[in-house]
């Protein structure tokens, strides 16, 4: 096991911000960390890393206890901060080099692992520019190879894309999976769910300090009743009459706003079908169809009863 | 890792541009500007000779006595002989002080009163009393002229000898320039701060980022503040260079203690940021204002601002001066310069370590833990 948490409890005075937090990461996954701000998220992977202190709990890193001088556990890990943690001073070349330096005596080998990252992240030509001329989405990337230069075995990538273009931050998402594809064992943590939907192998939702629920995007999604979200432009709704919908199997709510019918079904089979043959038989027009499945935010509003967005 | 990390901070130091105006071109600035302004404060001090006229006529031809008596006073005044009409001229363009008219009374004609008017006047007084003097010893006894009278009356004897006490001459300026050098010293607190605030989690990303590579904390950060020390050192070597070769100001002639005084007052101002840094758990901006207003201080305390200061605070309050870093290190600089023996100085660079001692215990306890209560 890559890392193992038990029972992690960590007090801000009288806030919790980890309560009984417990996490398993298995080697060559993918793990989303998955929760709005102010989850928890932050606070447990520098407890993990482990730059703060906590007031209960076990942190175990390839079977071995987690500390500050646990020199070889730390070799094999790489950290990507919410924060761009890089010398203002130096250029992009150099800040590789110095963080990578940290972890690699070696010049040589550093020189090749240097070059490696700025190819990976595809700053090539820009290894001569400082931080400050870098747009946001650069900045970001070399983040990430200062991160990862030193080829970890386990990278922990703390909300990457945080104020990052659509364009950049596809990027990133394309260069972790390869990274994943390269044999490090990933922890991500997020609180856009698209991203962690798209990359994650396993999400371990989180709030007020632990994790809710955890498992593959399909097992979480199966936990909820929740299933289809419904959407029907009605062109002459007059004669519309809700509660004939709302009693049709599976069917969990149903509104309607102007023209708007919005249907939240729970899972079952022929779902769309069966309110379609009700709006044949009381002649009523349809425009627009179009049916969504169920979201890891409903995952979270089923569980907590807020959104994810909140 | 030594190495690895002091070569980057080196970079990082010297390519912080505003870091190194402060610690490095501004002093050098504030030291051309104390130049400029206190130029002919020395040579103020100088004594300038007198400007008298003195009036040609029948009665000053009849007495050689007087003329020989001016003329003789080379060291007071430059004396010019002219008409009455000139003299007047001369005293109106402001050219004499004043100007003598050789009569029966022996008058002084000025058109102000001051110091050089005080002076022609004192010379006068002491010309009729000397004369007056002679008379009546003559007209009681003639043969007192035989006996040498009119030497000793009037011959001048100094019955004091001004012995320096100090190897060099004093020079109230120079104490400006120590004070300047105490600043920089001080100024060296900037490159502490950084230093700290590059290697704390809870103060910086990049800070956080270190504490998670597989590297001792103490190693990086002793070769951080060895960088900082350096590049403090590089700076006060090129200001007394330029002090000493640009705007000639004098040192004395001892120069490995010069250089010894640097070290301390360097490290001192080092360890001395690295402990504002350390404990002050804000913003950079505050930590770096904090710093600046406590030198300003201990630089005005040490007599940075106005000379009197160091000597009301060494008189009215000794205990500040020795608590006062700034102070230390210019009075290293001044017992250098002045004193015959090293006592003082070897007790200011003692203190000074002291100092060194006390900051980078503090900055030690507090930077010392890996984990962190908050970030």
Known sequence: ?310 | MFLFNYRYRLKCIFKDRQLMFWTFLFPILLATLFNLAFANLSSADSFLKVNVAVVQNQELDQNPAFTQAIDGADDLFIVQYTTRAAADALLKDNQIDGYIVFDSDLNLVVNQSGLNQTIIREFLDDFVQSSATLVTIITANPTALDNGILAGVSSRSEYLTAVSASQSNPDPVVNYFYALIAMTCLYGGFLGVKEVVAIQADLSAVGARINLAPTNKLTVFLSSMLAATTIQLLELLILLAFLIGVLGISFGDQLGYIALTCVAGSLTGVTFGACIGSIIKKSEGLKIGILIGSTMIMSFLAGMMSADMKYLVMTRAPILGYLNPANLITDSFYALYYYNTHTQFFTDILLLCGFTLLFSTVTYLVIRRQKYASL
């Open chain 1, 1 to 310: 096991m890559v890392i193992n948490v038990k029972n992690l409890v960590k007090r801000y005075g009288d806030l919790i911000a980890l309560d009984h937090f417990n996490l398993e990461v298995q080697e060559g996954e993918i793990l989303g960390l998955l929760g709005p701000n102010g989850s928890g998220k932050t606070t447990a992977i520098n407890c993990i890393l482990p730059l703060l202190k906590y007031d209960k709990g076990t942190i175990e890193i390839y079977d071995q206890p987690m500390s500050p001088e646990a020199y070889d556990i730390k070799r094999n890990i790489g950290i990507v901060m919410q924060n761009v943690a890089v010398f203002n001073e130096l250029t992009v070349y150099e800040n590789i080099d110095y963080f990578c330096g940290l972890y690699v005596s070696d010049k040589q080998t550093r020189k090749k692992m240097v070059a490696e990252a700025i190819d990976f992240v595809g700053l090539n030509d820009f290894t001569k520019f400082h931080p400050k001329k870098l747009s946001g989405g650069l900045l970001r990337r070399l983040n990430i190879a200062c991160g990862i230069a030193h080829k970890p075995k386990l990278i922990i990538l703390d909300e990457p894309t945080v104020a990052v273009d659509p364009q950049s931050r596809n990027n990133i998402l394309e260069g972790i999976l390869e990274l994943n594809r390269q044999g490090a064992t990933i922890i991500y943590t997020s609180h856009y769910m698209e991203e962690v939907e798209q990359i994650a192998s396993r999400i371990a939702i989180m709030d007020k300090g632990k994790i809710i629920a955890m498992g593959t995007n399909e097992e979480l999604k199966q936990m909820i009743k929740s299933g289809e979200h419904i959407n029907l432009e009605l062109l002459n709704p007059e004669h519309l009459k809700l509660s004939e919908i709302q009693a049709l199997p599976h069917i969990i709510s149903v509104e309607l706003t102007d023209h708007q019918l919005v249907v939240k079904s729970s899972r079952g089979k022929n779902n769309l079908i069966a309110i379609l043959d009700h709006l044949k038989d009381q002649n009523i027009t349809i425009g627009k169809i179009y049916s969504e499945p169920p979201t890891l935010n409903d995952v979270f509003l089923e569980i907590t009863g807020k959104e994810l967005r909140d």
